[in-house]
């Protein structure tokens, strides 16, 4: 097993295990704003479910243009420089909750996040976020950089810090 395929193992073990993500998206008058979500992944996607009353979901209802940060734990990391993480950026849109894709998310949201989901699911404003990531990077630790690529975003390209 080469360097690379340890590094995307890594990078798909950190974007499975993240129970949420930060995310950042713009205002109306273009500021950024800083917030963050529960999500899940299905398919090398990341869903969100946001309430309606959300900044963060008026922000993506006004632009779709939203970025992701996936961190490793504190306590995983060797070093606060080091940690574990990945930028994806990329585009988000509202699911319809008769779409097939929104009943096995809605699942997926349930199994990790426990009877919260009993509660909030039925909300009418919730609404299910699919952020389809264009673009990111993954830093596996000092010296570890890779661009992402492929069509889910799940190769690794190795940055040459020469560039």
Known sequence: MTESDDAREDYLALRESA????????????????SYAP????????????????????NLEGNPQIGLLLLDEAA???????????????????????DAVFTSVMRMFHERFGKVMQIIEPLPD???FRVAATSGSFI???GQAYELSGAGLDQLVPVDPRK
Not at 19 to 34: G, H, I, K
Not at 82 to 96: D, E, H, N, P, Y
Request: aromatic share 10%.
């Open 76 to 98: 995983q990391a060797p070093n606060a420089f080091a940690r574990k993480r990945a930028s994806l950026q990329g585009r988000a849109q509202i699911m319809k909750r008769d």
């Open 126 to 128: 919730f609404r299910l």
């Open 19 to 34: 129970a949420s993500v930060q995310l950042a998206t713009l205002t109306p008058d273009n500021n950024p704003a800083a």
């Open 140 to 142: 596996r630790g000092f």
């Open 39 to 58: 999500c899940v992944w299905f398919d090398g996607d990341c869903y969100l479910y946001l309430s309606g009353l959300s900044s963060h979901s008026a």
